[in-house]
Structure formats: C-alpha cells, structure tokens
C-alpha cells in the first residue's frame, strides 16, 4: 500500500506563485507515474499535469500549460507542482495521484487510471 501527503497549499494573489509538494510513503519500492488534479466546489475535478515515474516525460493540461511546472524526485519519493502567473479561476483543492506501475514514459489525464490519492491541499487565488 502506498499514502500520499501532500503540502504547500494556501492564499495568494493573482499573479503570485505557490509550490505544492507530495510525498509517497509505505509500498514505494515500485516505480509509479504521478499527477496533478483539482477540484473546486461544486465541480467535476479535472485533470493538471502528469508526469512519467522516469521524469522523462510530462503532460500538462492546457489551461495551466506555461504557468505550471510538475517533478518528481524518486529518490524522494516525491511529485511536486511548481505554478506561477495564478489566475482566480486555479482556486481548487488539488490532488495528487499515483499509478501502481507505467512504462518509463506512461503519463495519463484519466482520475481512473490512478490508484492512490493524497487527501487535497487548498489553494485560493485572490484577486
């Protein structure tokens, strides 16, 4: 079994930057690609970025290409999103998943192809 914490939510202005981190603990001796998700209230949760368990591929969705940055850092254990330029509508509780196994290049947009979640870290974006 494999736990996911993350951290590093909170408040910023528009325009500001704020870095979240997830650390994997418990079964990590596998390899496994990560992601990114956030879900606002009221809404569907919705895909961020993704990112191979090798580091040598990413994925991000299109609303946040440029701004974001996600990594990964096996040693770690350790996904972690850098985002900048925050606009109002980033404000979410954001999610970070893991897969039990991939390819060296698997990346994946899908909720359903992750096997674990950490428990979502608020980030609110004032203007």
């Known amino acids: 079994q494999v736990q996911l914490v993350e951290s590093g939510g909170g408040l910023v202005l528009a325009g500001g930057s704020l870095s979240l981190s997830c650390a994997a603990s418990?079964?990590?001796?596998?390899?496994?690609?990560m992601g990114w998700f956030r879900q606002a209230p009221g809404k569907e949760r919705e895909f961020v970025a993704a990112?191979?368990?090798?580091?040598?591929?990413?994925y991000y969705a299109d609303s946040v290409k440029g701004r974001f940055t996600i990594s990964i850092d096996n040693a770690k254990n350790t996904v972690y999103l850098q985002m900048s330029s925050l606009k109002p509508e980033d404000t979410a509780v954001y999610y970070c998943?893991?897969?039990?196994?991939?390819?060296?290049?698997?990346?994946?947009?899908?909720?359903?192809?992750?096997?674990?979640w950490g428990q979502g870290t608020q980030v609110t974006v004032s203007s």
């Open positions: 990112i191979s368990w090798s580091g040598v591929r990413t």
């Open positions: 418990g079964r990590t001796d596998s390899n496994f690609p």
């Open positions: 998943a893991a897969r039990r196994s991939g390819s060296y290049y698997f990346t994946s947009k899908y909720a359903d192809e992750y096997d674990y």
